[in-house]
């Protein structure tokens, strides 16, 4: 399962639309706990959630102490992405993408009630901002 998640990180980024900066990952480390949660027993959800548990937890702290003006779009980002996760069937890793080929991501979306992701270039800004 991991292997297949490692595998789908990118293509996941691409068809919920958020976004590779530090915003866009917490988001959808949000949206993969909250299904991941929903569809498997407690124990493996756990086992499955402990890495961006920690990721998420950091990066608030991070935001928090040294970057406060990423604050708000953190919890904007972590609130987008339990509302996307909270709408899966079962959790985008296990989604065989290869089957999607010839679909198109806005097809993709529709498909998936991925929707309510940020517009493109949303939290690019995000990318500046921790350097600062």
């Not at 490692?6 to 068809?15: F, L, R």
């Not at 990952?25 to 299904?35: D, F, H, K, Q, Y």
């Amino acid at each position: 399962m991991n292997k297949r998640r490692a595998q789908n990180h990118d293509i996941e980024h691409m068809v919920t639309g958020f976004c590779p900066s530090q915003v866009g990952e917490i988001a959808l480390i949000v949206a993969n706990a909250v299904s991941c949660s929903a569809y498997f027993r407690t124990d493996l959800a756990r086992e499955m959630n402990n890495y961006g548990a920690i990721l998420t937890s950091t990066a608030v702290s991070r935001a928090g102490l040294h970057y406060p003006a990423v604050l708000p779009a953190l919890f904007e980002g972590i609130g987008l992405g339990y509302t996307l996760g909270s709408k899966q069937k079962r959790p985008l890793f296990m989604t065989r993408w290869e089957e999607y080929l010839d679909w198109t991501i806005a097809d993709i979306r529709e498909e998936f009630a991925l929707t309510d992701g940020p517009a493109p270039g949303y939290w690019d800004w995000v990318f500046e901002a921790f350097r600062g």
